[in-house]
């Protein structure tokens, strides 16, 4: 974590060099990929992970006028009547971390995918967290971020790895959303709602939303950058993981939920898809519904998203938080056994009638505990189920936690 101190010079240098830049993103002539070294990773992470865009609790509850002051102590010059204090050296200056080529893909797309949007919508649509609620930011522009690399594209637009401008050079994940786009799904109210919320989520286990802004035909979400990328490619490529990543990764999630459902936030579609790894390996929830995955993507092809429904919303019923207990317990099966439970390849009334029933199979393989974990999670009655606490504390988990695992820091 980063010290109140570093929070207010990073806030500081931020307000200092806030004047919007008028030139229009440029392409960075970046040096070649290296491969990332072990204390590259660790300064990544520092730099990606704490928020130096939101003001802390112990300054004003306005960003402006708390930067306004950090900005007046940083230039002010020491006191005559105060003894001089022996001055500090200056901190060596930030390495400069390599982000990669960017490749126009945001202006290719704005020609193809960009369009005004008029009326209500663009009223919905015009998202700007330097004026939204309990922790409003600074205002940003595209102008304000040196583009890097691509890293992957949603159903809305790409996604990009940034550097702020201004110091201390912040690594981002730019995200863009064509207003068009969602106006066509009509999904505008539902991208607001969901946007709003994760702003204000702060867990080292969900992913980060440190800000957004809109330009009449898109609007640009400011994310913590994923180094790893996405979980269920890692998933793809080793087909299942072992009981001790896996048990590891539920901790992780159990933990994330618990978080959210403290905060009345119930996820409802936990499945790999949505979850991101952070530059040490460890587990981000990275999407909270406005993204709708590419074509490509497996359960789009093959049977929508089925495999991580409850009984409760297969049958039509009402349902609560411990959905998410439910697919918490289908991620843990598929994480071992490499497939979800109740998956069937005749269709979806098949997967719909095995869920209901609760016909769950699970292969001699996989060790007593975490068939114990699996099957007390998987409870056809929501209140019968095993409670994220419970989770937490079950032998399969205690017994693979490793000491770091609750700052975040584990390796795979
Ligand atoms: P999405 O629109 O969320 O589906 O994002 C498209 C793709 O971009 C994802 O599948 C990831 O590969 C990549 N991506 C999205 N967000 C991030 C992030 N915060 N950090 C790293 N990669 C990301």
């Not at 390599?98 to 797309?109: M, N, P, S």
């Not at 068009?180 to 991208?191: A, L």
């Not at 979400?221 to 998933?235: D, H, I, P």
């Amino acid at each position: 974590m980063a010290s109140i101190n570093s929070v207010t010079r990073q806030i500081a240098a931020l307000e200092i060099s806030s004047k919007p830049n008028t030139t229009r993103p440029t392409t960075t002539n970046h040096q070649k990929k290296s491969s990332q070294d072990a204390s590259k990773i660790k300064l990544l992470n520092k730099y990606a992970a704490p928020n130096p865009f939101v003001p802390t609790h112990t300054k004003s509850s306005s960003s402006v006028s708390s930067v306004a002051t950090v900005k007046q102590q940083v230039s002010r010059p020491p006191s005559p009547t105060k003894p001089q204090q022996k001055s500090k050296p200056a901190a060596p200056a930030q390495p400069s971390f390599d982000i990669g080529k960017y490749d126009g893909g945001f202006e290719l797309d704005q020609e193809s995918r960009g369009g005004k949007v008029y009326g209500d919508a663009a009223k919905e649509l015009a998202l700007d967290s330097s004026v939204s609620g309990p922790h409003p930011t600074r205002e940003w522009h595209l102008t304000d971020f040196d583009m890097g690399r691509p890293l992957g594209k949603g159903k809305f637009g790409r996604v990009y790895m940034v550097r702020t401008k201004v110091e201390p050079h912040f690594i981002l994940a730019l995200k863009c959303l064509y207003k068009k786009e969602i106006v066509e799904s009509r999904v505008e109210k539902q991208i607001r709602r969901e946007i709003e919320i994760q702003q204000n989520l702060r867990h080292p286990h969900v992913l980060r939303l440190y800000g957004y802004f809109h330009d009449e035909q898109r609007i640009f979400l400011m994310l913590e950058f994923a180094g790893k990328g996405e979980l269920y490619k890692q998933l793809t490529k080793y087909g299942r993981f072992s009981e001790k990543r896996s048990s590891r990764y539920i901790d992780q999630m159990a933990d994330a939920l618990g978080y959210l459902h403290a905060k009345h936030v119930i996820h409802r579609d936990i499945k790999p898809e949505n979850l991101l790894l952070g530059i040490n390996g460890e587990l981000k929830i990275g999407d909270f519904g406005w993204s709708v995955h590419a074509p490509g993507n497996r359960r789009t092809t093959l049977c929508g998203t089925l495999d991580y429904l409850p009984p409760e919303m297969v049958e039509g019923r009402d349902h609560s938080e411990k959905v998410d207990l439910w697919a918490l317990g289908v991620l843990t099966y598929e994480f071992i056994v490499g497939n979800p439970p109740f998956e069937d390849m005749s269709g979806y009334n098949a997967t719909y009638k095995r869920i209901a029933k609760v016909d769950l199979r699970i292969p001699n393989t996989v060790s007593p505990e975490a068939r114990d974990v699996i099957t007390r999670l998987l409870q056809y009655d929501p209140e019968k189920r095993l409670a994220l606490s419970e989770v937490r504390k079950h032998p399969w988990i205690v017994k693979h936690r490793s000491k770091d695992s609750l700052s975040g820091l584990t390796s795979y």
